[in-house]
């Protein structure tokens, strides 16, 4: 079956811009993160959906980042404003609930640079 | 706050030599803890949990809570093995993961 996919896989924005960044999880997997990795930085938690429950937003960098999980599925990362700092890949995963609660399926990551 | 710590940035060794990647935690409870491995232009993938005592690809890993350690291992290293590491525990409770920096595994012929 199909894995996790991201789109774009490549976006270039100028600083100041708004970028949307989307994911499309594993049909059936309930949890859905977002991670940004950077060099020197590893892999950075941004943020987390749980089947209904609230999100995790716990490691949302500033309030220029959102995201949202329409209807269980995609998910939307939006970042506003844009700044160089912004540049990185990010990535998307999800899983299953119950014992794959943690086996995490990673999606192939959005490079986003900002000039 | 749960930290993870992969001291080393590269490690470089030579075919059929062994090898161990390092990764300590910050103590907290009874952590589930992982490896997750990404070999070149391929997706970042589980390697193995820790709950699952399960040997992969020849790599284990052993938890010591005495040093809070989970560092991987494997007793003769392949050029296939070469890739970048991340070590990861859970996040209390759900499905979150804090991951470390990662150790570049570079196996030399």
């Known amino acids: 079956g199909a894995g996790v996919s991201q789109s774009p896989s490549n976006k270039v924005t100028e600083k100041g811009k708004d970028v949307e960044l989307r994911c499309d999880p594993i049909?059936?997997?309930?949890?859905l993160y977002w991670y940004r990795q950077s060099l020197g930085q590893g892999l950075e938690f941004l943020i987390y959906f749980q089947g209904n429950s609230a999100p995790d937003k716990s490691g949302l960098p500033s309030d220029r980042f959102s995201a949202e999980r329409t209807g269980g599925s995609v998910s939307t990362l939006t970042i506003q404003r844009t700044q160089q700092e912004d540049s990185a890949v990010y990535l998307c995963?999800?899983?299953?609930?119950?014992?794959?609660?943690?086996?995490?399926?990673f999606g192939p990551g959005t490079r986003l640079t900002v000039t | 706050a749960q930290r993870v710590t992969q001291p080393e940035k590269l490690l470089s060794v030579f075919k059929g030599a062994p090898v161990e990647l390092k990764c300590n935690y910050s103590y907290s409870g009874s952590p589930e803890l992982f490896w997750y491995v990404q070999y070149s232009r391929q997706r970042l993938q589980l390697l193995l949990r820790h709950i699952s005592r399960e040997s992969i690809k020849g790599f284990t890993a052993d938890l010591n809570k005495g040093e809070t350690s989970f560092h991987l291992k494997k007793p003769f290293a392949q050029e296939e093995d070469s890739a970048m590491y991340y070590c990861a525990r859970a996040y209390n409770q759900g499905g979150k993961l804090i991951f470390g920096q990662g150790t570049e595994l570079s196996v030399k012929p």
């Open positions: 049909s059936g997997h309930t949890a």
């Open positions: 995963a999800s899983s299953p609930s119950g014992q794959g609660l943690y086996e995490q399926y």
